[in-house]
């Protein structure tokens, strides 16, 4: 707590005057492009990751980047904090993009495929169930790159069940038909600082490097 204390003090003093013009702008009202979904573990920074300014990218962060599938009638089967913060992105702040993104060394995929029964945490053995069938993916030969370890084989696939999920909400699927919302599946490599999308043409998570950034861009509609 002592450096989050100091940090905020040094920001004041150091960065603010940077950015006091853009919080002025944003105080009543924000416009983000994009929601994305990603892990809360401390390791994934997602702004710092896509040098992101504030108000550039409306977060979402949980154990795993898991999203709840919705019913027919397009409500949440489990989370309402989740679907709530879809249906805002989407239907209110009007974002033109979502995105995934998983990463390597995740702590909810090694306990998916550990499969041992948490009494200590029933909130958490509950919460991922919603990456079992991503598991049963795996063991069905499913990985996209078997040089990875199990869990980060995982880790990429659940992002691609987790973009299934999404188009469960009507208000993700509608806007994805009429092609105002894109849907991406990314994958961080959290040792080697490199950042993944996922290409269906070539059915592989590719390094987004200049050339790769270029057709994502074109794939986005931008």
Same mark, same amino acid.
């Given at each position: 707590?002592?450096?989050?204390?100091?940090?905020?003090?040094?920001?004041?003093?150091?960065?603010?005057?940077?950015?006091?013009?853009?919080?002025?702008?944003?105080? %009543?009202?924000?416009?983000?492009?994009?929601?994305?979904?990603?892990?809360? %573990?401390?390791?994934?920074?997602? /702004?710092?990751?896509?040098?992101?300014?504030?108000?550039?990218?409306?977060?979402?962060?949980?154990?795993?980047?898991?999203?709840?599938?919705?019913?027919?009638?397009?409500?949440?089967?489990? %989370?309402?904090?989740?679907? &709530?913060?879809?249906?805002?992105?989407?239907?209110?702040? /009007?974002?033109?993009?979502?995105?995934?993104?998983?990463?390597?060394?995740?702590?909810?995929?090694?306990?998916?495929?550990?499969? &041992?029964?948490?009494?200590?945490?029933?909130?958490? +053995?509950?919460?991922?169930?919603?990456?079992?069938?991503?598991?049963?993916?795996?063991?069905?030969?499913?990985?996209?790159?078997?040089?990875?370890?199990?869990?980060?084989?995982? &880790?990429?696939? /659940?992002?691609?069940?987790?973009?299934?999920?999404?188009?469960?909400?009507?208000?993700?699927?509608?806007?994805?038909?009429?092609?105002?919302?894109?849907?991406?599946?990314?994958?961080?490599?959290?040792?080697?600082? +490199?950042?993944?999308?996922?290409?269906?043409?070539?059915?592989?998570?590719?390094?987004?490097?200049? &050339?790769?950034?270029?057709?994502?861009?074109?794939?986005?509609?931008?």
């Amino acid at each position: 707590m002592r450096k989050l204390i100091l940090g905020f003090a040094d920001f004041r003093e150091r960065l603010l005057p940077q950015y006091a013009e853009r919080f002025r702008e944003l105080a %009543d009202a924000q416009s983000p492009d994009t929601l994305f979904i990603t892990c809360a %573990d401390s390791r994934v920074v997602p /702004n710092l990751l896509v040098s992101t300014d504030p108000g550039e990218l409306f977060t979402v962060r949980n154990v795993g980047n898991l999203v709840p599938p919705a019913t027919t009638e397009g409500l949440s089967t489990n %989370d309402l904090s989740e679907a &709530s913060a879809i249906e805002y992105a989407v239907s209110i702040l /009007n974002v033109a993009n979502i995105v995934v993104c998983g990463h390597s060394g995740c702590g909810a995929m090694k306990a998916v495929l550990a499969r &041992s029964p948490m009494d200590d945490a029933p909130n958490l +053995d509950s919460w991922l169930h919603h990456a079992r069938s991503a598991a049963l993916r795996l063991e069905q030969g499913a990985a996209f790159d078997e040089s990875l370890k199990p869990h980060d084989q995982l &880790s990429q696939i /659940n992002v691609l069940v987790q973009l299934e999920h999404l188009m469960t909400y009507p208000a993700v699927s509608g806007r994805v038909q009429t092609g105002t919302l894109h849907l991406g599946g990314w994958w961080f490599d959290i040792a080697t600082g +490199d950042m993944y999308a996922y290409e269906s043409q070539s059915r592989s998570f590719a390094l987004i490097e200049h &050339s790769m950034a270029e057709r994502l861009i074109q794939s986005y509609g931008q």
